[in-house]
């Protein structure tokens, strides 16, 4: 059993930066796969980043490529997506998500257990 709480998500104009954290309980927090996902208003929840249980492999969606990075630090079981040059587009309710696997994934329904989400708003 594995219980995630986000935080971080807030209102930020365009171009700044945040880190979104997700702590999560259990010893065997190192054994999963993480993602973050988002979903927008109006549009289907969608994949942002993986990383595989020992951070070794990681996906990005390319539409936040090069700006976001994903990582975690398995010692305080928390998982991090740092997300630079931010632009309206990316406003959605951020979600992390655990998998029990140590293979990352990027579809949603793989994941078995899931945050409460934290909003990030992007605008001017």
């Known amino acids: 059993q594995v219980q995630l709480v986000e935080s971080g998500g807030e209102l930020v104009q365009p171009g700044g930066s945040l880190r979104l954290s997700c702590a999560a309980s259990?010893?065997?927090?190192?054994?999963?796969?993480m993602g973050w996902f988002r979903q927008a208003p109006g549009k289907e929840r969608d994949v942002v980043a993986t990383?595989?249980?020992?951070?070794?492999?990681?996906y990005y969606a390319d539409s936040v490529k090069g700006r976001f990075t994903i990582s975690r630090d398995n010692a305080k079981n928390t998982v991090y997506l740092q997300m630079n040059s931010l632009k309206p587009e990316d406003t959605a309710v951020y979600y992390c998500?655990?998998?029990?696997?140590?293979?990352?994934?990027?579809?949603?329904?793989?994941?078995?257990?899931w945050g409460q989400g934290t909003q990030v708003t992007v605008s001017s």
């Open positions: 259990g010893r065997t927090f190192s054994n999963y796969a």
């Open positions: 998500a655990a998998r029990r696997s140590v293979y990352n994934s990027k579809r949603y329904h793989d994941y078995d257990y």
């Open positions: 990383i595989s249980w020992s951070g070794d492999s990681t």
